[in-house]
């Protein structure tokens, strides 16, 4: 059952992120000193079909499913940074949105961009729109570790 975060980090400060499961609950209280205030008071999403509460609302998510979705609304193709690999894997992670690609990425298959993901514990944070209601591409990674995502 998804519900509203009353935790408290080491420094007192309260995580005020929604829509949690106890699982997301778990996961935050585990790292939540570690996680930024963005997905601290994130609206987390589990399914393609959720959505925001408001235009231009910060949402969060682990869900390989409901990051594929959001990139393929628009069009987005998973990559990574030439030259950041380690250990056999992907290093930094982006999506390339542009129809040509970027030449400063390299694009990946989604079964390796999701396999770094989850074994570096990411949390995906976005916005389906814009306040003004437009679409976003907006999106960044968030590390318990703080490396770039």
Known sequence: M??????????????????LTEEDQQFIEEHGDQLSRSTQNAKWIHSAQERGDRSGQTLATRSPEVIRAWADERGGRPATVPGTEHDGRPGVLRI????????????????????????????????ETTTDGN????FRLDSPEREDG
């Open 2 to 19: 998804a519900t509203k975060s009353q935790a408290k980090q080491g420094n007192g400060s309260e995580i005020k992120a929604t829509n």
């Open 135 to 138: 679409q976003s591409n907006f």
């Open 96 to 127: 390339t949105f542009s129809e040509e690609g970027n030449s400063r990425l390299e694009e990946i298959g989604w079964d390796d961009w999701f396999r770094s993901f989850e074994e570096r514990q990411l949390v995906f944070i976005y916005q």
